[in-house]
């Protein structure tokens, strides 16, 4: 990987495959297009080939955004249309051909991370987006963060508008997409009964001349979108509305001929700035991102194990001896639970999930070269989240020490602890469940892993000799 520079970002849309060097600015720096293949394995080979023309090898990181339902936290394809690149791992394919950094998302979520870093949505932390084009994309950001939900939150062009409407490729009917899209706008036409040739901006100025069938194709093709643009008001409050896409300036203006309204829900609905770039631009920034600022090979030291595994005790002697820092999750955690009524187990949950990023945090502020010691039961969010902090954190060297003991043990060991355990902790119901939970688990293997079995005393010296040469290999 190169520190400096470049990533490489991809826009699959459903006519053109754009590619294009990005930098950190946001400039693109070179670009190439080609026609979009409908068959998936075609479609990678030419994705690869693009990545390579734009020197692939040379990028810090690459960015893939792809339409239709992208897991947003793990960069699964879920579905397609046109082209259905579903069932390819193309993270993984990235990551094997060119070994750099990959994030593949929802090409509105890229072409919304492009808008607010340097177009239209500059400086606002809440704004959605809808890129009006063959269909409707969608994407929600708070607080300057693509919102996922579970998946893959911000399918705005599925809000239904109108319940008995035409049925759409998602399984339900009158969706905005099947009423507000660019092919929606081409049967409105036929509907009024203008031939296939005309362009969208002769009817718009036949209706700012006051043509009264002109302005109904307005109103026909616009109103469903401000219905769903109320809607999705009412659900996420963004601070703006962003109309991207090849129709999305159009659909603006077309939305000026709706009457107006009086409701609750009203937001400022502009048109996005960067055009066709959008999404080649925020896929590269969104690559960017995964590649560490200041790199430096900080040196992380995993201590594993589930909980009462043992790992707090072997963390404690290696950090005793060695001088380096030690981050245990639970340090970080326990002042919250402190401080905090009511922490039930999913509150508990979210504390260690910000605990885990702001340890992550913290090694990323730290100076190039330190060497960290986090304690922490790392199978408590995905690996890739893992991978993710690692990366954000200049973090160039892992090595994981793999704390166990008999599950049976591993119980025993949590009951005798909970009477210290503050409120907001699992408490005894949980024992079987972590017994459960120590007979399945297994290390991340981000890096070289050493198993220690917890039953024995640990022997530090031998371990900081392992983790010594580990980092040295
Ligand atoms: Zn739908």
């Known amino acids: 990987m190169s520190s400096a520079g470049f990533a490489i970002g991809i826009d699959i849309g459903g006519t053109n495959m754009r590619a294009a060097r990005v930098s950190p600015g946001g400039e693109i720096l070179e670009r190439i297009s080609v026609r979009t293949d409908p068959d998936p394995g075609a479609a990678l080979e030419t994705l690869l080939s693009l990545a390579d023309r734009l020197d692939g090898a040379g990028a810090c990181a690459i960015g893939v955004g792809i339409p239709g339902r992208v897991d947003g936290w793990s960069g699964e394809i879920l579905s397609g249309g046109f082209l259905d690149m579903s069932g390819i791992d193309l993270k993984r394919e990235l990551a094997m051909a060119f070994g750099c950094p990959v994030t593949v998302a929802n090409d509105c979520s890229m072409a919304l991370i492009a808008e607010h870093r340097c177009g239209a949505a500059m400086g606002i932390g ?14 929600l950001m708070e607080a300057g963060r693509i919102v996922n939900g579970r998946r893959c939150a911000g399918q705005l062009g599925h809000l239904v508008v109108n319940m008995g409407g035409r049925p759409c490729k998602c399984g339900q009917r009158g969706c905005v997409e099947t009423e507000s899209s660019g092919t929606a706008l081409r049967r409105h ?53 962003l109309l991207g896409g090849g129709m999305g300036q159009a659909a603006c203006r077309a939305m000026d001929f709706l009457p107006p309204e009086r409701c609750w829900y009203q937001v400022d609905t502009l048109p996005a700035r960067l055009g066709d770039d959008a999404g ?12 560490p600022k200041a790199r430096g090979g900080r040196r992380l030291v995993m201590v594993n194990g589930v909980p009462a595994s043992g790992k707090s005790s072997l963390a404690h002697a290696l950090a005793e001896r060695t001088g380096w820092p030690l981050l245990a999750l639970d340090t970080i955690k326990e002042p919250f639970l402190e401080l905090l009524d009511g922490v039930d187990r999913p509150f508990n949950r979210l504390l260690g999930r910000a605990s885990y990023k702001a340890i992550f945090a913290a090694i990323g502020e730290a100076a190039e070269g330190s060497t960290f010691i986090v304690d922490a039961w790392f199978g408590f969010q995905p690996a890739e989240v893992l991978r993710e902090h690692v990366e954000m954190a200049g973090i160039g060297e892992v090595v994981e020490l793999w704390c166990h003991a008999p599950p049976e043990v591993i119980g025993e060991r949590y009951a005798a602890r909970l009477g210290s355990r503050l409120p907001g902790h699992p408490g005894a119901g949980y024992v079987p469940e972590l017994i459960g939970l120590a007979g399945r688990a297994g290390p991340v293997g981000l890096g070289p892993v050493l198993d220690v079995d917890t039953t024995r005393p640990a022997d530090a010296e031998a371990v900081i000799a392992w983790i010594a040469g580990a980092f040295d290999g």
């Open 126 to 139: 809440n704004a959605a987006m809808l890129t009006i084009g063959t269909g409707i994309g969608g994407a």
């Open 189 to 241: 036409l036929d509907e009024a009964g203008y031939g296939g040739q005309i362009r969208f901006e002769q009817v718009l100025a036949l209706a700012e001349a006051g043509d009264e069938r002109a302005r109904g194709v307005m109103i026909a093709w616009a109103g469903p979108l401000r219905a769903a643009i109320n809607t999705l008001s009412a659900a996420f409050d963004p601070d703006i509305v």
């Open 280 to 291: 080649v631009i925020g896929a590269g920034l969104a690559a960017l991102d995964l590649v």
